[in-house]
């Protein structure tokens, strides 16, 4: 499996935005239904990787959240490339870190919100918040 790429990292101000990016390659061309899932990690300096948001869908597609972001990040994707959005507004200086894409494609649902439970990753992208 090619992991995915992660785009969008940078330097921003407080209370500014940003939109990250990752190309993923999780669709397979057999026909048996998976459980597939993106999610967005994130790790600052000196700190254990936390999640901070999911997408799931079989059918039905569902979002999920860290605490810390909600109603500040928006995590969607394009169906049709595979690729996956974090848009991310008002930002601040905790949020800065290195945001990781990881995808899985299973035939049994994962939790979302579990990073072991990902079986492929990105480099990950920079971002950085000046207060």
């Known amino acids: 499996q090619v992991p995915p790429v992660e785009s969008g990292g940078g330097l921003v101000q407080a209370g500014g935005s940003l939109r990250l990016s990752c190309a993923a390659s999780?669709?397979?061309?057999?026909?048996?239904?998976?459980?597939?899932?993106m999610a967005w990690f994130r790790q600052a300096p000196g700190k254990e990787r936390e999640f901070v948001s999911a997408i799931s869908w079989l059918g039905d597609e569902f979002t999920y959240y860290s605490d810390s972001v909600k109603g500040r990040f928006t995590i969607s994707r394009d169906s049709a490339k595979t690729v996956l959005y974090l848009q991310m507004t008002n930002l601040q200086p905790e949020d800065a870190a290195v945001y990781y894409c990881?995808?899985?494609?299973?035939?049994?649902?994962?939790?979302?919100?579990?990073?072991?439970?990902?079986?492929?990753w990105g480099q990950g992208t920079q971002v950085t918040v000046s207060s």
């Open positions: 990881a995808t899985s494609a299973s035939l049994q649902p994962i939790s979302p919100r579990h990073g072991d439970e990902y079986d492929s």
């Open positions: 999780i669709l397979t061309s057999d026909r048996t239904s998976k459980h597939y899932h």
